[in-house]
């Protein structure tokens, strides 16, 4: 198990994972950063906006970002429009 920060990316900034997560690797990090970003998505659109233009940074225990999860990649596909 290695220790994924999932750090929230918006537009005013950064908001730093001071706990993190222990997951096996990158791709159990992504996922838990795709499953955040949902249940963060629907509080936003619950109140009336949506944050398309966040991300997570998952970073290791070094502090280096290895990952970007646009939080448009947790939504299903058929929800994006490319028109």
């Known amino acids: ?6 750090h929230q ?3 005013s900034g950064i908001i730093e994972d001071p706990d993190g997560t222990e997951v096996s ?7 838990e ?3 955040a970003a949902r249940q963060l998505l629907a509080n936003a ?5 949506a944050p398309l233009g966040a991300a997570f940074q998952i970073s290791d225990e ?3 970002v290895l990952l970007t999860v646009p939080f448009r990649e947790a939504l299903p596909p058929h929800f994006i429009s490319i028109d």
């Open 1 to 6: 198990m290695s220790r994924f920060y999932l």
């Open 9 to 11: 990316q918006t537009a």
């Open 25 to 31: 690797d990158l791709a159990a990090a992504r996922h």
């Open 33 to 35: 950063a795709i499953l």
């Open 45 to 49: 659109i619950l109140h009336g906006v």
């Open 62 to 64: 070094a502090g280096q």
